[in-house]
């Protein structure tokens, strides 16, 4: 049996299929570490999505071919999208890569490992239209918060965006699986469950009967025991009904929070783009939400310097950010991939793009200033995620923030706390985008 080093890089849905391919190996009888340092084989779980993604890959893939060449490790396997994208580049142009498996391979990885052991180069690129098959996790968030992935692959096909060609059609999980793994994570301790596909909005329309399966899967999930919040990513904005709304706004255990990734609001760009719907009903769809689910913040992502934007379309996404201020905003310079119908479009460049993207950010900082500014003197629900020990204090988040992308609230607090522990704190300050306040008491969750 062998010693087995992971790096996951990208998205959480890339996270969880590392993790499931963690989880066969040790079932095989292998030794999954903790660092790759002295591994027999090296697995690298790639993303492939953008440009900056595609760099961060191969650093990792030559930093540890660094490390293989001094001895240090054995054996490299990439995996995931950049591996799926560039099928025969990779170990071409890196020969110190021994094997490369496609998405539709990770329940490969078990063979793959083993032939790599006995020396054999590999090279495994399955269907990405296949269903999911059902696998443990070997889960590697801390213990008290989980993602679980409902559907993998993506139908949208957006001008921009590689995605469908590299993980496929999209296919849901049947809904029986995604409870029962959502069990198991409860009784392992994991209080935050985090909801997650290319489109989770999406969750249910290929399966028999054509139906949007995601308020009812929230229902349900809000019914296990142990679960005390529920969070959203990935809503896109045609599919949001009322349905959906209802169930956000009366369940209490799912946070009254949405990731729903826009883009752009110009009409003309998002038709471009292959998006559905316009500025207007963006805007209209934000005002609904709002008066239904009071407090609900809202999470986005816009893309700067996309075809057809000139100096015009961006003023007019400033002002959109103005008026609309949403909470949570992550701004991305236009990325041209090779193969999608936007890279051969005429967009602004790169410094150009760069620079815009700049600006949002400068005006979301204002926006998210001014909420946190409002958060001061209120009581409200944090979740403990550790201690710092530079800092001397416990951190942890409210419901307004998705773990390594929001902010953090930085607690004082007389007892000792644990990570997962749920508190009510008073809101007393806040500094470069992070609150802070103290502990009023434990919750009994």
Not at 191 to 213: M, N
Not at 232 to 252: G, K, Q, T
Request: charged share 30%; glycine share 8%.
């Amino acid at each position: 049996m062998a010693n087995i080093g992971f790096i996951s890089l990208g998205c959480a849905k890339n996270q969880v299929d590392c993790e499931r391919m963690m989880y066969r190996v040790q079932e095989a009888g292998h030794t999954v570490c903790p660092d790759v340092d002295g591994c027999d084989v090296v697995v690298i779980n790639t993303c492939g999505f953008i440009d900056s993604a595609k760099s961060e890959a191969i650093d990792y893939i030559l930093s540890t071919a660094a490390l293989k060449a001094e001895g240090r490790v054995g054996k490299i396997l990439v995996t995931g999208c950049l591996s799926q994208r560039y099928q025969d580049e990779i170990m071409k142009e890196m020969p110190e890569v021994d094997g490369v498996l496609g998405t539709g391979s990770y329940t490969e990885i078990v063979p793959a490992i083993e032939a790599l052991l006995e020396d054999k180069q590999v090279a495994d690129f399955g269907s990405i239209d296949v269903p999911e098959q059902e696998t443990g996790r070997v889960v590697t968030t801390p213990e008290h918060y989980a993602f679980i992935k409902i559907a993998e692959g993506c139908d949208n096909h957006c001008a921009y965006c590689v995605i469908p060609s590299l993980r496929g059609k999209y296919r849901s999980r049947q809904m029986d699986d995604v409870l029962y793994e959502a069990r198991m994570l409860a009784d392992s301790g994991v209080k935050e469950l985090i909801v997650v596909a290319q489109d989770t909005s999406r969750y249910g329309t290929d399966l028999p009967g054509h139906k949007r399966l995601l308020p009812e899967l929230l229902r349900q999930l809000c019914r296990i025991e142990g679960l005390h919040w529920i969070r959203v990513h990935y809503v896109y904005p045609d599919e949001i009904d009322d349905e959906l709304i209802d169930v956000m706004a009366s369940e209490p255990k799912i946070v009254k929070y949405l990731d729903i990734p826009i883009q752009h609001c110009n009409d003309r760009i998002l038709k471009l783009m292959n998006r559905r719907g316009d500025g207007e009903f963006l805007k209209a769809l934000f005002a609904r939400l709002r008066n239904r689910i009071p407090g609900l913040v809202i999470r986005t992502s816009l893309i700067t310097g996309l075809p057809g934007e000139g100096e015009a379309e961006f003023e007019e996404l400033c002002k959109f950010l103005k008026e609309q201020r949403l909470e949570r905003v992550g701004a991305f310079a236009f990325s041209p991939e090779e193969g999608t119908p936007a890279a051969a479009m005429d967009y602004p460049d790169s410094e150009i793009a760069q620079k815009r993207a700049e600006i949002v950010e400068m005006i979301q900082s204002e926006i998210m200033d001014a909420y946190n500014s409002a958060m001061i003197g209120k009581s409200m629900e944090v979740l403990v995620d550790g201690y710092d020990e530079e800092a001397e204090q416990y951190f942890g988040r409210t419901y307004a923030d998705s773990p390594d992308i929001d902010g953090r609230v930085w607690l004082a607090c007389d007892e000792p706390l644990r990570e997962g522990d749920f508190v009510l704190a008073q809101i007393d300050g806040c500094v470069d985008g992070d609150l802070s306040g103290y502990v009023l008491e434990v919750e009994e969750v």
